[in-house]
């Protein structure tokens, strides 16, 4: 059997990436192993802190960086979150200084939100409706 163990997402920053996904969303570090100049650093959720781990992965390979502004400037999240209730989570972000791209909206059996995560990337958020 095959199962998603790990998943990354580009950041600018690690230390400041950090900050953000648990003080701000509300991951928690599971992993923070010096190497070299940067680190394998990931995350997880409070919810499932055995589950998938959200590898941090620095953003310095030359591709990223095109890759990342494509996908900003066409308004393409690099990923998708999964919380209970995404008017909520954006009501609660939003107090929080977090800026969204694209503000809840209905889209058939799921409600969706986009928000920059301050690392280089919008992130999606959905729930079902």
Known sequence: MIRVNLASVFVDDQAKALTFYTEVLGFEKKTDIPLGEHRWLTVV????PDG??????PAGHPAVGPFRQALVADGIPFTSFAVDDVR??????RARGVEFTQPPVEMGTVTTAVLD??????????SAS
Do not use: Y
């Open 117 to 126: 995560d301050t690392c280089g990337n919008l992130i999606q958020l959905a």
């Open 45 to 48: 959720s409070p919810a499932d």
């Open 52 to 57: 998938v781990e959200l590898v941090l992965e």
């Open 88 to 93: 909520a989570e954006f009501d609660r972000l």
